[in-house]
């Protein structure tokens, strides 16, 4: 069994990874689940409560039962973090280091392997920062997965789509 903490960012996208959670989980997985604030307005907390079992991270300021530095016991607890899915916003505040709120904070104290799963409109996936930064990731041992092609949310049609959840599924479960 793998303890996996999954981020959640504000792209519609976000939908999806509630396959994730709840395939995770009926594979005997533990799953905890932090979601931005911009992803709670696709999708609330209590679906991916549901999904998880688990209680979820929603903030940085949020009050405990216990004594617990949320962010430190979650990545010293986690065998793989993904963000899933990951939009330019977090993956640009990831790559600069920036940790200005649970997810960004978590990720930035996490050892394990660490997988970034994009999903954005194809002229921010094609856009140079954004490859500059998916780059910058690559670098420093992320696992950035591809994109799908196909029709977008925004009508769009091309690359960043996110990549069908079977397949994250699959990539958070290899063995390294």
Not at 23 to 52: C, R, W, Y
Not at 87 to 116: F, H, Q, Y
Request: net charge neutral; charged share 20%; hydrophobic share 45%.
């Amino acid at each position: 069994m793998k303890s996996i903490v999954l981020g959640v960012t504000g792209g519609i996208a976000c939908y999806k990874a509630a396959e994730v959670v709840g395939a995770l989980v009926k594979k005997g997985h533990h799953v905890d689940v932090i979601m931005t604030e911009n992803a709670q307005k696709f999708v609330t907390p209590l679906t991916f409560q549901t999904l998880s079992q688990n209680r979820v991270i929603t903030g940085m300021f949020e009050p405990v039962d216990d004594w617990d530095v949320r962010h430190v016991s979650l990545a010293r607890k986690a065998d793989v973090f993904a963000v899933v899915p990951a939009t330019a916003n977090v993956i640009g505040k990831i790559a600069a280091g920036i940790a200005d709120d649970m997810l960004t904070t978590t990720i930035m104290a996490a050892r394990c392997r660490k997988i970034i799963a994009p999903a954005m409109n194809t002229a921010m996936w094609e856009n140079p920062v954004v490859r500059d930064n998916l780059q910058k990731l690559r670098d420093c041992g992320y696992e950035v997965l591809g994109t799908a092609s196909g029709r977008l949310a925004c009508g769009d049609t091309g690359a960043g789509k996110l990549l069908p959840w079977e397949q994250i599924v699959d990539s958070i479960l290899k063995e390294e």
